[in-house]
């Protein structure tokens, strides 16, 4: 059963833009977000994580493409499609002002977080928590000590929400940036956070 359970944020995209919904649009590493996987990738071989630790991770470019320059052996990878970003739909790509000036209403059920708020012609909350209990339940019971998982901001935050009890709509609490860390000690479908941290990308900048 899983003891340690690692989090890591994919590396940043391609075009992305802070502050936008970058969903199940599919764009790969830009050149800073390799370098990003990169330093991960050297932390946790610093951590003795490098060797016989399962990786599982998210099957859009941006996070396989972080889970294979992390993983040190290609058999290792494992990918799940609960791990995917959840289906922004229509708002994919926009800010949340501009989400508010396009559609008011829609924008104040999303603050309110209801169970049963949907993204416009994408996911609900409630399906979006149902398949992060099924890959937290995965990534819970594997046989190994220790493992990886390499998703997105949200599938993140939503899974340590998950694993301290908390209700999902607390996920915005954590900062998740692009290349950062969570560590968890899990038993079960419980577990303690014990950090949240972001290894320092080339040229030193944190």
Sequence with gaps: ???????????????????RLL??????LSTAGQ???????????G??????????????????GTAAIIAADASALRVDADLQEIHFGAWEGLSYADVEDADPAGAQAWAEFGPGFAFPEGESLADFG??????????????????????HGGVIRALICHFLGLPLRDYLLFEVTPGSVATLRVWGDRGVLTGLWRPLAAGGTA
Excluded: N, Y
Aim: charged share 15%; aromatic share 2%.
């Design 23 to 28: 969903g199940r649009a599919d764009p790969p």
């Design 1 to 19: 059963m899983t003891e340690t359970l690692i989090l890591v944020r994919h590396g940043e995209a391609e075009g992305s833009q802070p502050g």
């Design 47 to 64: 951590m003795g994580m490098s060797t016989g630790v399962p990786v599982f991770c998210s099957p859009l470019q941006r996070a396989w």
């Design 130 to 151: 149902v398949r992060i209990g099924r890959a937290a339940q995965r990534l819970a019971s594997d046989e190994a000590a220790a493992v990886i998982a390499v998703a």
């Design 35 to 45: 370098q990003q996987a990169a330093a991960v990738r050297a932390a946790l071989s």
